[in-house]
T-cell receptor, first 112, second 116 residues
Framework: LAKTTQPISMDSYEGQEVNITCSHNNIATNDYITWYQQFPSQGPRFIIQGYKTKVTNEVASLFIPADRKSSTLSLPRVSLSDTAVYYCLVASSSGTASKLTFGTGTRLQVTL | GAVVSQHPSWVICKSGTSVKIECRSLDFQATTMFWYRQFPKQSLMLMATSNEGSKATYEQGVEKDKFLINHASLTLSTLTVTSAHPEDSSFYIC????????????FGEGSRLTVL
């Protein structure tokens, strides 16, 4: 399984755009990248998933360069409620159900 | 979207007792579910992969006799913490994938276990 590296923590003011970068130098051809959000005492919640280039949904964008050795989660105009831990995961498909291994995550603190 | 539900959401028990946590996929079938453990301010640690109709696959360092996993149906997996001790106190989270290998992984709400 490819290992991921993220900043331990980030701070932002409300209304700003936040970009969290994740490094996954050993990503394999079949791997895809998924980001999850977790609030205290809750299970992680899916944010976005991608394989290459750019993916956008209603809450975030995911930028993946051509070499796929990193990815950047972009949260537009964060609010206080976006304070959470964000996990970048790289999953390897095994032909059966692939398991996801969580890294350290990035603790985002949004303030006024 | 698909929902995974855990029960109980929190439990307090005495040292030496056993506690069962249920994980259900409410509107989809899951041949595989995953059990995680999370200590305060730490990341999720994968404990085991629960396979419907067969034995669970445990991660290195996780005692299979301590953490019994049963996946008797396509919508239910249970984790039993046997002879619980205070060091077993943690946040236990299950997850299940709706379909295929790259489908979204849905997580339960988590179950907080406190062993006195």
């Amino acid at each position: 399984l490819a290992k991921t590296t993220q900043p331990i923590s980030m701070d932002s003011y409300e209304g700003q755009e936040v970009n969290i970068t994740c490094s996954h130098n050993n990503i394999a051809t079949n791997d895809y990248i998924t980001w999850y959000q977790q609030f205290p005492s809750q299970g992680p919640r899916f944010i976005i998933q991608g394989y290459k280039t750019k993916v956008t949904n209603e809450v975030a964008s995911l930028f993946i360069p051509a070499d796929r050795k990193s990815s950047t989660l972009s949260l537009p105009r964060v609010s206080l409620s976006d304070t959470a831990v964000y996990y970048c995961l790289v999953a390897s498909s095994s032909g059966t159900a692939s398991k996801l291994t969580f890294g350290t995550g990035t603790r985002l603190q949004v303030t006024l | 979207g698909a929902v995974v539900s855990q029960h109980p959401s929190w439990v307090i028990c005495k040292s030496g007792t056993s506690v069962k946590i249920e994980c259900r996929s409410l509107d989809f079938q899951a041949t595989t579910m995953f059990w995680y453990r999370q200590f305060p301010k730490q990341s999720l640690m994968l404990m085991a992969t629960s396979n419907e109709g067969s034995k669970a696959t445990y991660e290195q360092g996780v005692e299979k006799d301590k953490f019994l996993i049963n996946h008797a149906s396509l919508t239910l997996s249970t984790l039993t913490v046997t002879s619980a001790h205070p060091e077993d106190s943690s946040f236990y989270i299950c997850s299940a994938r709706e379909q295929g290998d790259t489908g979204e992984l849905f997580f339960g709400e988590g179950s907080r276990l406190t062993v006195l």
